[in-house]
């Protein structure tokens, strides 16, 4: 069994779980949609009331795809505001301060949504007990466009007293599976790739780029993937948190 000095954790999906079934729902043209829209509509109504909740949505949607690919054409991370600026210049919705607070506004009601619908499992909270009171070091690497919500969570679960570092890609400026946030990390960390063992649900992001600068991988395979022919190879599959007890062990 290989040795380790310190875990590294995705946040997302790993530590912490997105419940889109606590999302509001919407009913629009006979589909039924889990999401923050008409919350964010209600503020940028109060801007262009003019504009349709229909007329809306299609941006809406269509500049989370557009941002979705800016992203990941570099993996380099753009604040969350900037999905926004990008749907109003796809309504032609001049660029002028009025603009700018709108789509300030959006993101926090947006964000807001959002981290209503994230939840953090009893068993998690034991799974991250359990590596510290083995005696790792601890850290988050987290793909996140809006670094204040990411901090709150942390702040409301009480997450934040398990880990010496947390790393977010907005302060970054890049994302995973980047080779530069994980060095980040490391030189925070002050240490080499080959003493740290990262933790995360998302193959290309947490595994390809934990990988990619010489990092073991634990890939949380939490939504049941096939795991056939995976390159590169994770170091081991894990189907929920705790079970990443058995991978290491006491330090002390």
């Known amino acids: 069994m290989k040795s380790y000095t310190t875990v590294i954790f995705d946040l997302f999906d790993t530590i912490v779980d997105f419940n889109f079934s606590r999302l509001p729902s919407i009913d ?26 229909a007329e809306f949505y299609h941006h809406f949607i269509e500049s989370y795809h557009q941002f ?23 309504m032609n ?38 590596v510290r009171e083995k005696g790792y070091r601890m850290a988050i690497i987290s793909n996140f466009d809006y670094a204040p919500a990411a901090y709150a969570l942390i702040e409301k679960f009480r997450i934040g007293r398990f880990f010496e570092k947390i ?26 790739p080959e003493e740290a063992l990262f933790v995360g649900d998302n193959f290309r992001a947490d595994i390809c780029g934990a990988k990619g600068v010489g990092m073991d991988a634990a890939w949380l395979n939490n939504k049941h993937q096939a795991p056939e022919n995976l390159s590169p190879e994770p170091d081991y599959i894990i189907p929920e948190l705790p079970d990443i007890g058995p991978i290491l062990p006491s330090l002390k």
Do not use: C
């Open 28 to 53: 629009l043209n006979g589909v039924r949609s889990r999401t923050t829209s008409h919350e964010v509509y209600s503020v940028f109504a109060g801007y262009y009331p003019a504009i349709s909740f």
């Open 68 to 90: 979705q690919d800016m992203k990941q054409a570099e993996w380099r991370e753009y604040p969350n505001r900037d999905r926004f600026k990008l749907m109003l210049g796809n």
């Open 93 to 130: 919705i001049p660029d002028d301060p009025k603009a700018g607070t709108a789509a300030d506004e959006m993101v926090l009601t947006h964000m807001e949504g959002l981290s209503r619908a994230v939840e953090f499992p009893d068993e998690n909270e034991k799974a991250l007990d359990d």
């Open 167 to 192: 790393i977010i890609s907005e302060e970054v400026g890049w994302r995973k599976p980047k080779p530069i946030i994980f060095w980040r990390a490391m030189e925070l960390l002050k240490i080499m």
